[in-house]
T-cell receptor, first 112, second 115 residues
Framework: DQQVKQNSPSLSVQEGRISILNCDYTNSMFDYFLWYKKYPAEGPTFLIS?????DKNEDGRFTVFLNKSAKHLSLHIVPSQPGDSAVYFC???????????FGEGTQLTVNP | NAGVMQNPRHLVRRRGQEARLRCSPM?????VYWYRQLPEEGLKFMVY????????ESGMPKERFSAEFPKEGPSILRIQQVVRGDSAAYFC?????????????FGPGTRLTVT
């Protein structure tokens, strides 16, 4: 049972444009959501998080939007840079428990 | 502030041998998690530990796998009698866990290859 889904395995955008990565979840008990970036042969790097009491959180070029009624979140990167090329993972957790449930990841390629 | 440290980075074991993976959390972090990434898959939770306590081991295979986080020293993930299907990247993460922050910070991983 895949509780967190990233339906796009890959995304390609031009440098300077916006990248939008999407994530859906099925478990209504999730109330904390995170995005991680991962380069090959490295561990995931934390990017940004959002609590279910908010619908938007912004940090520099990264903004995460949460739509609880649709059980959907998205990560916006603007402007996109070639160094952003990596696999992006969406993750979810319950505040009462600490395990993270990850999506399958989306490979973002930003072309110069 | 040093990040999460894992060693070894690469480990090769023959079938039937034991594998020991070590993780030192970030300074000040007392919560440790282990995740496994099989080839072409996402990360899957294995176990969550605090000092001297296993909090959640619901993601651990029932046999051959064990984990500990002693009062002193790193957390250890131990795999006995390894099989080819254990070949994967094993990631450790740590967190501080305040009332408003649940971010987990990951180490570089240990890539286990079973021959």
């Amino acid at each position: 049972d895949q509780q967190v889904k990233q339906n796009s395995p890959s995304l390609s955008v031009q440098e300077g444009r916006i990248s939008i990565l999407n994530c859906d979840y099925t478990n209504s008990m999730f109330d904390y959501f995170l995005w991680y970036k991962k380069y090959p042969a490295e561990g995931p790097t934390f990017l940004i998080s959002i609590s279910s009491i908010k619908d938007k959180n912004e940090d520099g070029r990264f903004t995460v939007f949460l739509n609880k009624s649709a059980k959907h979140l998205s990560l916006h990167i603007v402007p996109s840079q070639p160094g952003d090329s990596a696999v992006y993972f969406c993750a979810a957790s319950r505040t009462s428990g600490s395990r993270l449930t990850f999506g399958e990841g989306t490979q973002l390629t930003v072309n110069p | 502030n040093a990040g999460v440290m894992q060693n070894p980075r690469h480990l090769v074991r023959r079938r039937g041998q034991e594998a020991r993976l070590r993780c030192s959390p970030m300074k000040g972090h007392s919560h440790v998690y282990w995740y496994r990434q099989l080839p072409e898959e996402g990360l899957k939770f294995m176990v969550y530990l605090q000092k001297e306590n296993i909090i959640d081991e619901s993601g651990m295979p029932k046999e051959r796998f064990s984990a500990e986080f002693p009062k002193e020293g790193p957390s250890i993930l131990r795999i006995q009698q390894v099989v080819r299907g254990d070949s994967a990247a094993y990631f450790c993460a740590s967190s501080l866990q305040t009332l408003s922050s649940y971010e987990q910070y990951f180490g570089p991983g240990t890539r286990l290859t079973v021959t």
